[in-house]
C-alpha cells in the first residue's frame, strides 16, 4: 500500500488531531485501525480488483480508502463526520476514482441511506462487468442494520468484508444450539458463507475500543439465494422465530399466523418437517429453517406473516437492525 495508507500510525493520528484540536469522537464509533498489517489483510481479503466498485463505511482519515482505490474500478466511501471528511478529501485529492459522501449510511435505524445506494447504482452502471463490494472498518452501531439489510437490497454485494466486534461476527457464523445462534446468523447463513478472517484484539485501534474485533468476510451465494422465493418474507420470518428463542417452535409459529393457518395446519407443517413438540428455533439447522419459512409462506393466503404480539408492542430487540435478538 502506498500514499496515505502509510500515515495511519497512532503517532501520526495523534499529532493530526492535536494540529486540528479535535478528538476522536466514541459516539460515532471512531476506532481507527493502526496496524498496517491488519489495515492490508483487510483490503487483500477483499480481493478487489479493475471491476470492483467498492462501499466504504466510515471513510476517517482516508487511510483504507486509499489503500482500495489503488486496486479498484471505484470506491465509493461514506462519512458521517463533517471534519473527517473534509480531512481524508484533501489528503486523497489526487485520486480520481473515489467518490466522498458526507452522509449517514442510515436513513433511520432500519432503512439504508437511498443517496449513498444511488451513488453505488451509479458507479456500477459505468461498466458491464462492474461488481459490488463493501469493505470497511465498521462503526460498530451500524454493523448490523447495514449488514443485514444490505443483502435485501436489489442489487446485494457480492461480498462484504469488515471490522465488526468479535461478539458480532460469533453471531453471524454460529452453530446451531450455541448460544450465539439467532436471527442475524440464520440470515446471513442463508444467503451467504461468512467466515472469520482474523480475531483482533483492542491494541490494534486508537483509541483501544473495550471489546476483541474481527475481520469477517461474507460471500454471496447466488444458489442459496435461489431456494428462498421470497427473501423479505424469510427475514422476517427468521426475525419471528428468534424473537422468543427459548420457546416451543409449535407455541410461536401458532402465535405468528394466529387466524390465518389453524393448529392442525402448524402441526402439519411440523410433521412435515419431522419436528416435535419440543422443538425449538434455536436448535434448527439453517436449511430447516429455510424448510419451514417456505412451508408456511405457501399456506399463507397472501403470503404474509403476522409479528409476534411481543414484537408488535414496540418492544426493542436486543442486537438492533431489522434482525435482533432475544
Same mark, same amino acid.
Not at 471528511?85 to 449517514?104: G, S, T, V, Y
Given at each position: 500500500?502506498?500514499?496515505?495508507s502509510?500515515?495511519?500510525?497512532?503517532t501520526?493520528?495523534?499529532?493530526?488531531?492535536?494540529? &486540528?484540536?479535535?478528538?476522536?469522537?466514541?459516539?460515532?464509533g471512531?476506532?481507527?485501525?493502526?496496524d498496517?498489517?491488519?489495515?492490508?489483510?483487510?483490503? #487483500?481479503?477483499?480481493e478487489?480488483?479493475?471491476?470492483?466498485?467498492?462501499?466504504?463505511?466510515?471513510t476517517?482519515?482516508?487511510?483504507?480508502?486509499?489503500a482500495?482505490?489503488?486496486?479498484?474500478?471505484?470506491?465509493v466511501?461514506?462519512?458521517?463526520?463533517p471534519?473527517?471528511?473534509?480531512?481524508?478529501k484533501?489528503?486523497?485529492?489526487d485520486?480520481?476514482?473515489?467518490?466522498?459522501?458526507?452522509a #449517514?449510511?442510515?436513513k433511520?435505524k432500519?432503512?439504508?441511506? =437511498?443517496?449513498?445506494?444511488?451513488a453505488v447504482?451509479?458507479?456500477?452502471?459505468?461498466?458491464?462487468?462492474?461488481r459490488?463490494?463493501?469493505?470497511?472498518?465498521? =462503526?460498530?452501531?451500524?454493523?448490523?442494520?447495514?449488514?443485514?439489510?444490505?443483502?435485501?437490497?436489489?442489487?446485494p454485494p457480492?461480498?462484504?468484508t469488515?471490522?465488526?466486534?468479535?461478539e458480532?461476527?460469533?453471531?453471524?457464523?454460529?452453530?446451531?444450539?450455541?448460544?450465539a445462534?439467532?436471527?442475524?446468523?440464520?440470515?446471513?447463513?442463508?444467503?451467504?458463507? =461468512?467466515?472469520?478472517?482474523r480475531?483482533?484484539?483492542p491494541?490494534?485501534?486508537?483509541p483501544?475500543?473495550?471489546v476483541?474485533?474481527?475481520?469477517?468476510q461474507?460471500?454471496?451465494?447466488?444458489?442459496?439465494?435461489?431456494?428462498?422465493?421470497?427473501?423479505?418474507?424469510?427475514?422476517?420470518?427468521?426475525?419471528?422465530?428468534?424473537?422468543?428463542?427459548?420457546?416451543?417452535?409449535?407455541?410461536?409459529?401458532?402465535?405468528a399466523?394466529?387466524?390465518?393457518l389453524?393448529?392442525e395446519?402448524v402441526?402439519?407443517?411440523?410433521?412435515?418437517?419431522?419436528?416435535?413438540?419440543?422443538?425449538?428455533?434455536?436448535?434448527l439447522?439453517?436449511?430447516?429453517?429455510?424448510? &419451514?419459512?417456505?412451508?408456511?409462506?405457501?399456506?399463507?393466503? #397472501?403470503?404474509?406473516?403476522?409479528?409476534?404480539?411481543?414484537?408488535?408492542?414496540?418492544k426493542?430487540?436486543?442486537?438492533?437492525g431489522?434482525?435482533?435478538?432475544?
Amino acid at each position: 500500500m502506498t500514499g496515505s495508507s502509510n500515515n495511519q500510525t497512532r503517532t501520526y493520528l495523534m499529532r493530526r488531531f492535536e494540529t &486540528l484540536g479535535i478528538h476522536p469522537r466514541s459516539r460515532l464509533g471512531q476506532n481507527f485501525l493502526i496496524d498496517l498489517n491488519l489495515l492490508r489483510l483487510l483490503r #487483500d481479503s477483499a480481493e478487489l480488483d479493475q471491476n470492483d466498485v467498492v462501499l466504504e463505511v466510515g471513510t476517517g482519515t482516508g487511510s483504507l480508502t486509499g489503500a482500495m482505490a489503488e486496486l479498484a474500478a471505484e470506491v465509493v466511501t461514506v462519512e458521517v463526520d463533517p471534519i473527517m471528511h473534509e480531512m481524508a478529501k484533501q489528503e486523497l485529492c489526487d485520486r480520481e476514482n473515489i467518490r466522498f459522501l458526507f452522509a #449517514d449510511i442510515l436513513k433511520n435505524k432500519n432503512t439504508l441511506n =437511498p443517496e449513498v445506494l444511488g451513488a453505488v447504482a451509479e458507479e456500477l452502471a459505468k461498466g458491464e462487468n462492474r461488481r459490488f463490494k463493501l469493505c470497511a472498518n465498521l =462503526p460498530y452501531a451500524v454493523a448490523t442494520p447495514l449488514l443485514s439489510n444490505l443483502c435485501l437490497t436489489k442489487t446485494p454485494p457480492v461480498s462484504m468484508t469488515v471490522t465488526i466486534q468479535k461478539e458480532l461476527a460469533d453471531r453471524i457464523v454460529a452453530k446451531p444450539r450455541s448460544s450465539a445462534y439467532g436471527a442475524l446468523g440464520v440470515w446471513m447463513q442463508a444467503i451467504g458463507n =461468512p467466515r472469520i478472517v482474523r480475531v483482533m484484539p483492542p491494541s490494534v485501534f486508537w483509541p483501544r475500543p473495550k471489546v476483541d474485533s474481527a475481520i469477517i468476510q461474507i460471500v454471496d451465494s447466488p444458489q442459496k439465494r435461489s431456494q428462498i422465493p421470497d427473501l423479505k418474507f424469510f427475514n422476517q420470518f427468521v426475525r419471528t422465530l428468534f424473537f422468543h428463542r427459548r420457546k416451543f417452535l409449535r407455541s410461536v409459529l401458532a402465535s405468528a399466523v394466529k387466524g390465518r393457518l389453524s393448529k392442525e395446519q402448524v402441526d402439519e407443517i411440523m410433521a412435515s418437517l419431522s419436528l416435535g413438540d419440543t422443538a425449538r428455533a434455536d436448535a434448527l439447522p439453517v436449511k430447516k429453517i429455510v424448510d &419451514l419459512a417456505e412451508r408456511v409462506r405457501r399456506l399463507l393466503p #397472501d403470503g404474509a406473516l403476522y409479528l409476534l404480539e411481543a414484537d408488535k408492542s414496540g418492544k426493542k430487540n436486543r442486537g438492533g437492525g431489522d434482525l435482533g435478538e432475544e
